[in-house]
């Protein structure tokens, strides 16, 4: 009896704790009782712990730019509508407490993020949408299910850490800057005036922006 203890604890030593709760025991127990009986196990821990880590390729492959080996998690700071924004910052929860390093992209920060998940997804879809290594993990319910089942870490495995839970220096965090060139009215004065175009006057022609977005804003220098 005391062999078969033995064997038994040093079987669970070698299994997760996420495929032990409910999963494991009964069919270690299980196979201990065959072996001790001559007979073959019915299935080898191995088998059960591959079926239930999630594999990456039961995700749609859908790669946004600069995703094929990262995380990249698309959302908005606009609070408009509630749930959306709480969406938002329960994966942003959920990743930070692994420590990885993640690129977030506001659509409400930026136009171009916004036309790039569309192009992405092949629709006008609302985040949060999250991609890891290429490919499409899905919004909040996915991925709350996954972490509940301990398979979102799985997934995450390759990741390199954040190298610090700080926010930017440059930033804060937003990822974005008022631009220095307009000041954020998007506006800058030309060099050529209404004097070289007609005889009213010579005021300096107001042009637009070239240097920040439709918000006014120019992408952070530090942590982009």
């Known amino acids: 009896m005391k ?3 033995g064997r ?5 030593k070698s299994i997760s704790t996420n495929v032990k709760q ?21 299935i080898s821990l191995e088998e059960i712990i ?15 730019p600069g995703g094929s080996d990262a995380v990249i998690l698309y959302t908005t700071s606009l609070r408009g509508i509630r749930k959306t924004f709480e969406d938002c910052n329960t994966i942003r929860f959920l990743l930070g407490s692994f420590r990885v390093s993640y690129d977030e992209r506001d ?25 890891i290594k290429g490919r499409h993990i899905g919004g909040v319910e996915e991925v709350v299910g996954l972490h509940e089942q301990g398979k979102l870490i799985d997934l995450l495995n ?21 631009c220095f060139s307009c000041n954020g009215s998007r506006k800058v004065v030309s060099e050529e005036t209404d004097d070289d175009h007609s005889d009213h006057s010579d005021t300096p022609l107001p042009i637009s922006c070239v ?12 942590c982009f």
Do not use: Y
């Open 3 to 5: 062999g078969v203890g």
């Open 8 to 12: 038994f604890f040093a079987k669970l």
């Open 22 to 42: 409910g999963l494991v025991l009964p069919t270690v127990i299980s196979d201990i009782k065959n072996e001790e009986n001559g007979r073959a196990p019915m």
């Open 50 to 64: 591959e079926k239930n880590v999630p594999d990456s390729v039961e995700f749609e492959e859908k790669c946004p």
């Open 107 to 131: 659509v409400s920060m930026h136009m171009e993020f916004r036309e790039e998940l569309w192009r992405t997804l092949g629709g006008r879809v609302i985040p949060p949408r999250l991609f």
């Open 158 to 178: 390759g990741i390199p850490r954040s190298p610090t839970t700080a926010p930017c220096k440059g930033c804060g965090g937003i990822r974005f800057r008022i």
């Open 211 to 222: 240097e920040c977005n439709e918000n006014g804003l120019t992408k952070c220098q530090v």
